[in-house]
């Protein structure tokens, strides 16, 4: 493969903007843009009803959220971790269908890796809470 | 020169390169926000008794700019979609509805929660006037039914001199629900609709008050992680919205003359950023506000 794109595609035609939808041969083909992304119409549009229905599930938790957040789970803990699920819930649907991290290029999983393990060790940190060295 | 990899990938990455670039600055992102959430744990958790305000903020106020948040992050992805199906009107369309979501957002935060923040007053009395002070606590109510303590007599300032001038000797405070009926146990939690202020004076004196601030960030470590984590996002809002905005402009329709793949990749990073931003505010949401 050129290792440099063309400055311009190749087909020259100037694009329509009131958005035709164009012939695929008129373009070169698309290159590592993540496995979600996908040049044909069909395709993505099938995305978008994903998209639509992954919108709609998150505005539902976000009514569960506010919801549960006054149902009595019996603890302030309890009622945290109700709601702290309920968010990583929602999170996760953000990350893997908005971003398509469900299915992404090895090298994006492995950047993630090294920032997961570094907020898990900021997290750890709040261990002070329960075991202070220098007041105990 | 032009930009290598805009829209073809980098043999050795397999990626083009602003999917790498915004990836990497994604995870700077995560440290960020992530030592801020670290250390509102750490301080909600090491706060004494009495000392985390509950239920301050205006929940419908705060559901309504989710709901918002989460809507334009649908609206960017079909704006992205819609570029790559080279529908370029609609993509338009999303786009502008993305960046009006963005700018409410940040129009409600400003205009209206912050300051509405701000008119605020709250007076915590010192450990040993407590007792005094019980008709507007309620704390032999609280203790009975195993509730967190309280502290702090909110409402709104009718001297508002009284926070500057040492001749003023007590702050009359036209009290909050909580603290004009704090016996009733409709005060024990907080509701989703915020209860108007009562007719109900207090008047405080400033010798047993320990702290007495309007809801600013030195009102408490509360206000000072919420203004510092709502401040920073809504920084990133400001810096999605205009991105968006860029894009919006004739630059974006000229680019996608010339290359409509690359004005794709370029919504798709500038998207990632704002999924991002949507992905913190579902954590700051309910911490802040309804825990």
Known sequence: ?136 | MDIPYTTSARPDTGLWNAKIGIWLFLASEIMLFGGLFSAYIFLRLDAPPGYWPHGLLNVPVGTMNTAILIASSVTVVLAWAALKMRQFARYKFYMGITIVCGIIFLFVKLYFEWPDKFHHFGAYIREDRLEKYEPYLGNHHLREKGLEMRREITGHLHNEEALHDQNVHEYEIQLDQVNAAPTDPASDRPHFWPLPKTDKIAHVAKEDVERATMFVPSHSTFFATYFTITGLHGLHVLGGVLIFIYFWLPVGANLYKRNPEHLANRVEVAGLFWHFVDLVWIFVFPLFYLL
């Open chain 1, 1 to 136: 493969m050129n290792e440099t794109q063309p400055a311009a595609p190749s087909h020259g035609a100037p694009i329509p903007a009131d958005g035709g939808v164009l012939a695929e041969h008129a373009h070169p083909p698309l290159h590592g843009s993540g496995a979600a992304v996908d040049d044909h119409v069909h395709d993505v549009s099938k995305h978008v009803k994903k998209y639509l229905m992954v919108g709609a599930l998150l505005l539902l938790f976000t009514g569960l959220t506010v919801f549960l957040s006054y149902v009595d789970f019996g603890s302030m803990k309890a009622n945290m971790t109700v709601g702290m699920v309920v968010a990583t819930l929602k999170a996760g649907l953000v990350a893997a269908i908005f971003m398509h991290l469900n299915a992404e290029r090895q090298l994006i999983y492995r950047v993630l890796i090294f920032t997961v393990f570094f907020v898990a060790a900021l997290f750890w940190l709040t261990y002070f809470h329960w075991y202070d060295p220098i007041l105990r």
